[in-house]
């Protein structure tokens, strides 16, 4: 390996570490639920932003205080060293897509019958730091 991509690849590899990431797959509640809760933790600090989900009176709100906390633990597990508070830990993009839909079919009157589709979604947050820590 060459000077130039061994230094790039040290690069990449530190600002890696500055980035911890988790993911919510099958999640059953409708995308379009899921984002508006999303929505509101987007570019937040995670104190804020766990105390924002915490108090939040939507379902999807829980599943998504979870993933928070996932995403916390593999930042931790990454930067064994490292402190929380000094870091500076934010959401740096959450985005929601749909995933698998279950097709159900409800009884209607006069033998017609009318299609229920229960959606479901993947989340993928990712944490950034502020700080650099070196």
């Known amino acids: 390996m060459g000077v130039r991509k061994k230094i790039r690849a040290q690069q990449i590899k530190e600002e890696k ?3 911890a990431f988790a993911k919510l ?3 059953p509640t409708s995308p379009r639920k899921m984002r508006l809760v999303a929505d509101l ?3 937040v600090e995670v104190e804020k932003a766990l105390q924002i989900l915490k108090f939040n009176s939507k379902e999807a709100s829980i599943n998504l205080e979870k993933l928070l906390l996932s995403a916390i633990a593999n ?3 990454k930067n064994e060293d490292a402190n929380i508070e000094d870091a500076g830990l934010f959401v740096k993009s959450i985005y929601v897509d749909s995933a698998g839909m279950l097709k159900r079919l409800r009884p209607a009157p006069q033998g017609r019958a009318h299609r229920i589709r229960k959606r479901s979604n993947h989340v993928t947050l990712i944490l950034g730091s502020k700080n650099v820590s070196n």
């Open 17 to 19: 570490k500055q980035i």
């Open 25 to 27: 797959t099958g999640c």
């Open 41 to 43: 933790v987007r570019g």
């Open 75 to 77: 930042w931790q597990a």
